[in-house]
């Protein structure tokens, strides 16, 4: 394993930790960040961005690029959730479905349209990016 690639891994992980508390975007003339609106899915998330230095200094490289992965699919959730909406027709099941499906658009929403994002916000993508690229090159060496 090269240095660099493991510095960009560890690095990268912290600064994405980090940028997952900071501001995000503002909504309602209020600061929010991923952690304020992931729901369960942000604590796999953190779980896979830390799992990469921890696979580092296991020197399990080969299964590295598992880290990244499912931390993108963890991030990307509330999008995936909103593509796939199942129908119930049951009354309580049609309230939760709403209530939660305006949550998941607006998660949804503030992910995808990077224009509205914070300086946190950006923080947030360019660690997890740079994340991303550690361990894709880790997992090469």
């Known amino acids: 394993m090269h240095n ?38 942000k604590y796999i998330f953190m779980l896979a961005v830390i799992a990469g230095p921890i696979m580092l200094f296991l020197n399990k490289q080969k299964f590295i690029m598992a880290a990244p992965v499912v931390a993108w699919l963890a991030l990307l959730y509330p999008v995936f959730k909103g593509w796939f909406k199942v129908k119930n027709d049951d009354f309580l099941s049609q309230v939760s479905s709403e209530i939660s499906g305006a ?39």
Do not use: H, Q
């Open 4 to 41: 660099n690639n493991a510095m960009l891994v560890f690095i990268g992980a912290a600064l994405t930790i980090i940028g997952a508390f900071l501001p995000l975007a503002s909504f309602m003339a209020s600061d929010i960040s991923y952690y304020d609106i992931g729901g369960n899915e």
């Open 103 to 141: 949550l998941t658009d607006v998660t949804g929403d503030i992910l995808t349209n990077v224009e509205d994002y914070n300086w946190g916000g950006f923080v947030f993508l360019i660690a997890l990016i740079a994340y991303t690229v550690g361990c894709v090159m880790a997992r090469k060496n």
